[in-house]
């Protein structure tokens, strides 16, 4: 298949993320689409940022790649190719898979016009729309991300992103310290982590006199992960009806990057 588009999978990309592929389920008649043209696809209104009816005409008919998009949404199928691909890329990074630090942080962002579902107001941000809380490891990959209105505060905010951490067991048995700005300063808080989960909270914080742009230790590498969600014209807005498939797009965003990493 040649690289029609520049979101694309190169040959080297497909043999890393085909062995990864749900495999068709048993019975009924034999699966015939392209699943290359379907990941392609899904790329495509990633970075592209049209509506799934827009999909270009050499890929498959626009409503089979919505229909595998959604139901490996829907049976944790992304999730899976997003954590044994940033697992190699920990690896070949020489780190442990289970990282021992992250970085949280949130980004809200407006949502379209036609979006009236878990929408709210930031009004630190002045901005209308949705709240993006991620935790990133030390190299910026992704390890948790919730979606929620944008008028839920930092700390609540917090709390569903470390619960789904715990939730997830045994992955990120080793992590002990993450980092956070200010939004999430407190003693009482960063006790509650330390009670409910046994990690440090550590705030990373500006310095008072400190004028103009600096550099912050920690934090500059979720505000790079947040950077590079801007290659993906899909995010620059909140264009999903429900959140969980804003969270998924995210996913993907970062499965494209990790499989430009590996290949």
């Not at 993320?17 to 009924?28: H, Q, R």
């Not at 002990?176 to 046994?198: A, N, T």
Request: charged fraction near 25%; hydrophobic fraction near 40%; glycine fraction near 6%.
């Amino acid at each position: 298949m040649s690289q029609s588009y520049r979101s694309d999978l190169t040959d080297e990309q497909w043999e890393i993320i085909k062995t990864l592929i749900p495999p068709a389920k048993t019975g009924g008649r034999p699966r015939k689409v392209d699943m290359r043209g379907v990941i392609n696809g899904i790329f495509y209104i990633l970075v592209a940022g049209c509506a799934w009816c827009l999909l270009p005409h050499d890929f498959p008919k626009w409503k089979t790649v919505y229909h595998y998009f959604r139901q490996w949404r829907i049976n944790g199928d992304w999730e899976r190719i997003h954590e044994q691909l940033r697992k190699w890329v920990r690896a070949i990074e020489d780190r442990h898979p289970s990282p021992s630090a992250a970085v949280l942080d949130s980004q809200s962002v407006k949502t379209a016009t036609m979006i009236h579902h878990d929408v709210g107001y930031d009004a630190a941000k002045q901005i209308k729309g949705r709240k993006r809380h991620v935790l990133v490891d030390t190299l910026g990959l992704l390890i948790v991300v919730v979606v929620t209105a944008a008028n839920l505060p930092e700390r609540a905010g917090a709390k569903l992103v470390l619960a789904q951490v715990k939730k997830e067991g045994t992955k990120f048995w080793r992590l002990v310290k993450v980092w956070v700005d200010g939004g999430y300063r407190g003693e009482e808080f960063m006790k509650w982590v330390m009670d409910q989960y046994r990690w440090i909270l550590e705030t990373v914080l500006r310095s008072d006199q400190q004028k103009g742009f600096k550099i912050l230790p920690r934090r500059w590498v979720v505000e790079r992960t947040f950077g590079w969600f801007n290659w993906c014209r899909r995010l620059n807005k909140d264009y999903e009806v429900l959140p969980a498939t804003s969270e998924t797009m995210i996913r993907v965003a970062m499965i494209r990057l990790m499989l430009r990493r590996l290949a």
